[in-house]
């Protein structure tokens, strides 16, 4: 127990004396005369995968912003790990476990996919990233791009372009460079957004393997309803920038307030 006791906060979340892997405190970000978020609690204990669901516009890429130091906050704070970062920057957040992909693709499209893993595993390994070193396949950022890929099903595409892979492979591959910097915390944006169905399943089962064979936190937005009920153990509704609601997803599926936002629209 936390001891702690906000609206929209589980106080029951992870053990004992343990900090959360996430916390956000009384969140709000203010652009100009709009409030974008206001007053987001809420704790991810260690370990569990958090589905976040909203309307188009509700905030929920700007709240990941805000925790990965995309953007600073008008108030409130970020914590990993019971770590402050509200005011870190992006780096330090990654330095520090965090890890994102983004709504649209952030590979390089034109190396290949093996090139384009390897960079992420040598930015982990602590050397400079670059294009201009040779890639040798024998290298120990090499051998771990070649083993990443492995894990996500894609060694077979090692050395296509990454700009000619359909959106499913892609975002494995953007989830094996994700992989390669050993992130604690992963925030997903809309992973299934243009992939193909028949790739939909190959997908979710990469994203589980982040939960359960690296014991990532994983916060995911997605509109593909039955992913999520498939993966998350939490739901997370945002609506015009407000939490309306968090816990399991038949609680939130009950939840009158949810379903009153919901009228009419698809989530
Ligand atoms: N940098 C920004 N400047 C002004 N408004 C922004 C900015 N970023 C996001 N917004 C606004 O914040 C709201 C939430 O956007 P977003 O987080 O992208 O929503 P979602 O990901 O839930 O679709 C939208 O109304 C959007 O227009
Ligand atoms: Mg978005």
């Known amino acids: ?30 652009i100009g005369g709009a ?5 987001i609690s809420f704790t991810v204990p260690t370990g569990e995968i958090v589905g976040v669901i909203g309307p188009n516009g ?5 709240l990941f912003n805000l925790v990965s130091g995309v953007h600073q906050p008008t108030t409130g704070q970020v914590l990993l790990g019971g770590r402050d970062l509200t005011r870190a920057s992006i780096t330090a957040r990654a330095v520090a476990g965090l890890g994102r992909t983004f709504q649209t693709s952030s590979l390089f499209p034109g190396l290949t996919v093996h090139e384009n893993a ?16 040779f890639p040798r396949r024998g290298d120990a950022a090499s051998r771990r791009a070649t083993e990443l890929l492995e894990e996500v099903g894609l060694g077979h595409r090692a050395d296509h372009r990454a700009g000619d892979l359909p ?24 992973p299934m957004a243009g992939v193909a169905s028949g790739d939909v399943p190959g ?10 064979d690296h014991g990532c936190t994983v916060l995911m937005v997605e509109h593909h309803m ?9 739901v997370a509704v945002l609506h015009f920038g407000h939490l309306l609601a968090m816990d399991t997803p038949e609680a939130v599926m009950a939840d009158p307030t949810v ?4 009228l009419g629209e698809s989530v």
């Not at 997908?203 to 359960?212: A, K, N, S």
């Open 167 to 190: 959106h499913g492979d892609k975002r494995k591959l953007e989830i094996a460079m994700l992989l390669a910097t050993d992130p604690q915390v992963v925030l997903l944006d809309e």
């Open 203 to 212: 997908l979710t089962e990469v994203i589980r393997g982040l939960h359960r």
């Open 226 to 234: 039955e992913v999520l009920l498939g993966l998350v153990e939490r």
């Open 58 to 62: 509700a905030g929920k890429t700007t």
């Open 118 to 133: 390897r960079l992420a595993a040598q930015v982990r390994a602590g050397r400079a990233i670059s294009l201009f070193t």
């Open 1 to 30: 127990m936390t001891g702690r006791s906000r609206p929209g906060v589980d106080a029951d979340a992870g053990p004992v004396g343990a900090a959360p892997a996430l916390e956000v405190r009384e969140l709000s970000l203010r």
């Open 35 to 39: 409030q974008i978020l206001e007053d």
């Open 259 to 262: 379903q009153s936002a919901y």
